[in-house]
Every structure is written in C-alpha cells, then in structure tokens.
C-alpha cells in the first residue's frame, strides 16, 4: 500500500516538475509547481511528517505560490516566444546535467541499499514534540527567522512601492 | 509494503537536477525563480527522509525554516522582479544586461 | 486496511455529501426566504409549498441553460478554476465531527470521515488552497471585471487566513490539540454545575476576530466587494454560466457551512448540551415536535387562503419531523441523535446569523477592508493569544 502511494505521487511530482520545465505560459508552470508541492505533501505524511505537510500545503502551496500567481497576473506575463539564442549551453548541459544525476543515484544507492526501508507509522512527528524543539532547543533560530520575515516583508513593501 | 528510503533521496535527486535544469535553461524569470522553489522542494524532502530514517525531529525543524526562508527569498525576489519590469518592461532575463561588459 | 474499514468509510462519505448538498440547497432557501421577511417581501414561494421546491428548479435552470465560453478565455484555467473551487470546499468536510460513536457489532463508528491528528491544519490547508479557484477564475476569464474581481478577492482571502489562525491558536492553548474530537472534547463539563466549559468564554475576543474573519473569508457581507453586482459586474464569475456558476455557487454556501461547523466545534462546544440537567435531554423531542406543530400550523392556514392542494407535502414533512421527535423517546436513538441534534442547531444558529449580517449591513469598501483585516484584526489576534498564554501559563 505504500508503495501504491508513494509511486502515484512520485509520478504526480515527476510529471508536474516535467510540466514545469515544458510550459511556455508561466501560469503553468506556476499550476505545475503546485502539483509538485501538494504531491511532496503526501510524501512527507507517508514519512510521518504530519505537522510539516500541513505546513507545506498552507504556507508554501497557499502563500508562496499565491504570491506568484499573483505576480504573474499583475504583470500580465504572456507565453514565451522562442528566441534564437545559442542552443550551445541547451546541448552541452543537458549530458552533464544527466551525468550529475546518475552520479547523485550511484552514491544514494550506495549509502541506503534497498532494505532500509520507510513503512508509514513507524515515527511520526508530532506537532506538539516540534512545537517544543521549536522553542527551547532551536529558539534563537526561531526568533532570527522572525526578524527575516519582517525585514523581508519591510523589502517588499519599500521595493514594490510607487513612487508619488 | 515498505518503500526503501533510497527511493525518496532518488525522487529527491531528479526534482533537485530538474530544478537545476529549468534554471539554466528558461528564459523567463519568473520561470527562473519557480524552479529555485523546486529545488528547495527537493532540499525538504531529503530532509524529511533523512528525519525519517535517523529518527530524530530536527530534520523537520529544519524544513520548517527552509519554508520560512523560502518565503522570504519569494517576497523579496518577487518584488525586484516587479520593479525590474516597471523599468525594463520586459521578463526575459536575456534583455536585463545593462551591466554586461 | 480491511474491508469493512474501506466499507464503512465509504458509507460515511455518501451519507455526509447528501446530507451536505442537501443542506446547501436548502441554505439557499432559507437565505431567500429570511431575505425576504427583512425586506418585507415573501421570498420565493410559487415553487412547490413555501417555495421549498426553489432550489431544484435553481439547479434545473442552472442544468439546461446554455454553457458559453466565451472566445478571450484561457481555457483549461478557465475549466479548472470552478471544479478547483467545489472539491476543496468539499475536502473540507472530511474532518468535520457531527456527534460522538455508535457500537454495532462490537465496532465503535465515529461521526466523521476521519479524525486527523492535524485536523485543524487541514481545513486551513484546504482553505489556502480555496484562493486559487478564484484567482484563477478572475484571471483566465479574460476581462477586466474579473481580473480586478479576482485579484482582490484573492488579496482579501489571504489577508484574512492570517487572522483566522490567529484567532484560532487561543482556543488551541487551551485544548492542547490539533484534532478537532479533541478540541470538543476539551470542552466538556460544567464550571459551577451549570456554565459549560465552552471556549466561547475565555475566549470571547478570539470568537469576534474568528467571526469576522470567517466572514471575509467567504466572500460573504459585508465582505463580498470582490462579487458585488453594483461594483464589479460579477466579479470573478462574470463570464461563468449555468454549471459553472452552479458550481461557485455551490462552493461559496459549502465553505459557509464549514465556517459556521468550525466555529461550533471550536467556541460553542460542539455536539454538547448546553445544561446538564435531566430534563435537558428531552429538548431536542420537544424542539421538532414544536417545529412540525409549526409547520402543520402555516400549512393549513395557507391552504385555506389558496386552495392548492399540494400544500399536503408540508403536513407529510412535518408527520416526518414529528416522527422523529417522538423517536428521541426511545433512549438508545437518543444518545446517538442528541448530540447530531444540538450540533445541527447550533451550525444552523450561525447560518442564520451569516444571512442576517448579509442583508443588513452595507458592504466595506476595498481599502477599509483591508486596513481592518492587517491594522486592526491581526493585533487584536496577536494580544489574544499574549493574554491567553499568560494567562494559562501563571
């Protein structure tokens, strides 16, 4: 059964990445992404990870993605139009890049052989356990990412401003 | 049935080079910057399965702040994209090239 | 993950969609007749007795009018956006508790589809999602209207999820879970034998925040700009017709009873009585056997002043409602139903409480509405939730 799973969303993940990089329109590649997000979700609650999925699908799937629609929509962003730029960098990086991956594989296979396996249920992350690292073993960072976020918000609002 | 954790570090791999390739290869920045989030995806599913299979809950933590980072990084970068097409009036990367040599 | 676990889930599921489609039908009902009365007209009743057949002729009107799409569309968005809206304004229900458990045969049922450890996280979830139905339908439409309908509804909605966690993080200090069983059931029990424990009273604050959040939420009034007929044409389902708009439609009164649903389970208790009282638990026989006299009552009176003669439908229903009453009797129908019985009133209390606010109050304009959810609802939330952990801490 979780190997059912985890195939058909791995395969959703795969596909909507493929979609992604195939797209002319942003719009869909932006959709695509969000296939991805929501596939990584049942991902990681199949890993036990229950509060992180959640967390994925509202703030990374429901926010950062919004922001990007968003953006997309003001700006009105057309569909790409083929350029004649050199397809050198398209030929050469491609091999290199599947190059990368093989050599990504070989090492994982290496390091985790097929019979460390994951079944769902055998450690789950509870929200409350992650709520307490969060604020006593991981605070400082807690904090620090809460300034980020406000001076990130402070950027945008300054960046994005017109001026009168 | 069980799935061998290889399998999502190798999931995690391919979303990871796919990334990678859509952000040498595309032209349209916003385009650039989704798959910067596509490659951040794969950092965090790594990171889960890692959690997973050492058993420990930092692993998730540290999604947590990848998340929040990545939110951050969007809002910012979103916002110079804006600005950037407010003056140059276009979103392929290839014509912002003002500071080429 | 046996059979009769596949089985009965199933069951569950077809039991709460046609409960919840019903009652979205009938929602529409009740909103056009309680329109009605505050605006000192009928409300529609041609349709069948009291007009109760409205809502089927809605959706056969809807069924058989002409499906345009119009040619400056986006296509597969255009598509996408309204089946988007309806299946997360569905998924939502999923996690929704209606009472407590039924034994047969030695295997307890639960009320609900699934109870999720993280079943609070999840209806956020579903709702953060609910704001690409309608940015995607603003902008594929291809018109102005739309797209400004559209992107202001989205920045409305995401303004106000803000406040809607706030609001909720007092009331999740005080249960210690995520799982909605487990809030409600942190709420049980009387404070001096006779106040129940409800979350309503520590937390008064965080219901007005959660209320007006919920509110602009669902694009309801006075929060409803971004569909506004006078301001915006349709807003984002302006270039929508017949199946489609049905299907807004329907995902716009789904997602109003899942807010009025949360805010039961989270404020007010849940399936739970509000006095603990003996005689307490003959009130949900004595509520329906008062509602079918009712419904007797204006059904025979209304046939004397028309004549029509299948106004005997109304006397049939009301034989059904009193039917059920008289069940409450037997003790065993009593445990199950009671709890169903106070949760369905008190869900039904906050719809009527939505349609009341919508039909008296004007609308906010754009930028009030947003100064209200950022300036004033997010630090209302935010001292919430400091007083609350004092609070609970010292």
Known sequence: ?164 | MTVPISWYLILSAVLFVMGVAGFLFKRNIITIFMSIELMLNAVNLSFVAFSYVLRQLSGQVFVFFVMVVAAAEAAVGLAIIIVVFRNRDSLNVDDIELMKW | MDLAVLVISLAKIAVVLTVLFTCVAYVVWVERKVAGRIQSRWGPHRTGPFGLLQPLADFLKALFKEDFTPAQVQRPIYFLAPFLAMTLALMSIAVIPFGENITIAGRTIFFEITDLNIGLLYIFAVTSLGVYGIALAGWSSGSKYSLMGGLRSSAQMISYELGLGFAVVGVLILSGTLSLRGIVSAQSGFWFGVIPKWNIWPQFVGFLVYLTAAFAETNRTPFDLPEAEGELVGGFHTEYSSLKFAMFFTAEYTNMITVACLATLLFFGGWMAPLPWAWVQHVPALVLLGIAALMTRTALRTYRLERKKWYFAVPALAGIVGLIGLAFLHPVFAAVAAPMFWFASKVFVFLFLYIWVRWSVPRFRYDQLMHLGWKVLLPVAAANILITGLVVAL
């Open chain 1, 1 to 164: 059964m979780d190997k059912v799973l985890f195939l058909i969303f791995a395969g959703i993940a795969l596909g909507a990445a493929v979609n992604l990089l195939r797209s002319r329109h942003p719009i869909h590649s932006a959709l695509s992404l969000i296939g991805v997000m929501g596939a990584l979700a049942v991902l990681y609650l199949l890993l036990g990870a229950e509060f992180i999925a959640a967390v994925q699908v509202i703030v990374y799937a429901g926010a950062i993605m919004v922001l990007f629609v968003f953006t997309i929509m003001l700006l009105n962003v057309g569909a790409e139009v083929p350029t004649s730029g050199s397809m050198l960098a398209r030929y050469l990086g491609i091999p290199l890049l599947a190059l990368f991956l093989l050599q990504l594989v070989r090492l994982l296979l290496g390091q985790y052989p097929p019979d460390q396996a994951s079944s769902f249920g055998t450690f789950v992350g509870p929200t409350e356990k992650i709520g307490r690292l969060l604020f006593t073993q991981y605070l400082l960072p807690f904090e620090v990412t809460s300034v980020l976020i406000l001076v990130a918000v402070m950027g945008a609002v300054v960046l994005a401003r017109r001026k009168p």
